[in-house]
């Protein structure tokens, strides 16, 4: 008889088991970098991961997803929309595509440094940014990440000016605005979508590429690109972003746990990629690749061409309201 009630209390736990795994709500993420702890986006990633199992006693099953697993740019926007996709750490072009007004953070030379861009990211423009593209999209962002500063690669000459860009077969995000930042240096930009660039720098279908050190190490970049120029044109925004139907089917304790989660994946991400530009020119200089400083003046050189014809380009498609109000509330911080 014990043997037998052993068996049944065996069993029964085995059921109950089973019936918690089968009622746990699976949410897949998504997001671009290597499977490493060495990459940013990936360490956030594992870090949501254990923290919302941990919080939520497992009834959320977080399934990350890294390098593009669950498809490439398009296909994970659209995966956020239709909400076969749950959640995604995902970067600044292809949101542009879903959500237009996202287009004004790639105006170039805006920002000073980390400090800047964050509080203005943490304020009321990105509070109000956020309301909007819950509203217009139904895809709620958290919050953003950055992925370092974006700075110029090629595989041709030094570039210290924009005079140096003239001829250059430069790749850019596939979203329009990138193609006018990189023609208005003079340069000639071809869309290329992330898992393919690492190919095309290496079959010299491009001859260069802009990107923040994080990415230039992750994929390995380096190995196809001899010169490296510092002008940090524009920070690489990364959104933590979520199906808002998958966050309004989560129970109050749920949706707590998501919140605090994701901050802390935040502060991960952000104090990765900033220790990697504070050491950018020793970080790629090991790496084999000669660093080209861009003094102040040349990089008023390089705003004066780049800024004028992107602003231009923003406004006409999202109109003057989104890139105002980024402006206005860069200059209220510089009055602060």
């Not at 749950?86 to 072009?93: E, K, P, R, T, V």
């Not at 962002?141 to 974006?150: C, E, K, T």
């Not at 700075?151 to 979203?175: I, Q």
């Not at 952000?270 to 003094?295: C, F, H, K, W, Y």
Request: glycine share 8%.
């Amino acid at each position: 008889m014990k043997t037998m009630s052993k068996l049944m209390t065996a069993t029964a736990v085995v059921a109950l088991t089973a019936a918690g795994a089968a009622s746990a709500k699976d949410l897949r993420y998504a997001h671009f970098q290597s499977a490493d702890l060495s990459s940013p986006k990936h360490a956030a990633a594992l870090a949501f991961e254990s923290c919302v199992e941990g919080k939520t006693s497992g009834s959320i099953d977080v399934q990350v997803y890294a390098a593009g697993q669950l498809g490439g740019d398009a296909e994970t926007m659209e995966g956020l929309e239709l909400g076969t996709v749950q959640m995604a750490a995902i970067h600044d072009g292809p949101i542009s595509t879903v959500y237009k007004p996202f287009a004004a953070l790639a105006l170039p030379y805006l920002f000073d440094d980390q400090a800047m861009a964050w509080s203005v990211m943490d304020g009321t423009f990105g509070d109000k940014m956020a309301e909007d593209m819950l509203a217009t999209t139904g895809i709620r962002m958290f919050g953003v990440a950055d992925n370092g500063v974006r700075n110029f690669t090629n595989n041709v000459r030094p570039v210290a000016e924009p005079a140096d860009m003239e001829g250059l077969k430069m790749r850019v995000m596939a979203a329009p605005v990138w193609i006018t930042l990189v023609e208005s240096l003079g340069a000639s930009a071809t869309p290329v979508p992330w898992p393919e660039l690492p190919g095309a720098l290496q079959q010299g279908v491009v001859d260069g590429q802009e990107n923040g050190v994080t990415n230039i190490v992750n994929a390995s970049l380096y190995q196809n690109q001899k010169y490296v120029s510092l002008d940090g044109h524009v920070f690489s925004w990364h959104a933590y972003l979520m199906n808002e139907d998958f966050y309004q089917g989560l129970t109050d304790i749920e949706q707590t746990a998501v919140n605090q989660c994701v901050e802390i994946a935040i502060t991960i991400h952000r104090g990765m990629t900033a220790a990697q530009d504070a050491n950018a020119a020793a970080i790629l200089s090991e790496l084999g690749m000669e660093v080209v400083p861009v003094s102040p003046e040349q990089k008023q050189m390089f705003r004066e061409l780049a800024q004028p014809a992107v602003r231009e380009f923003v406004v006409a498609e999202i109109g003057p309201d989104w890139p105002d109000r980024l402006d206005a509330a860069v200059a209220a911080y510089k009055a602060e």
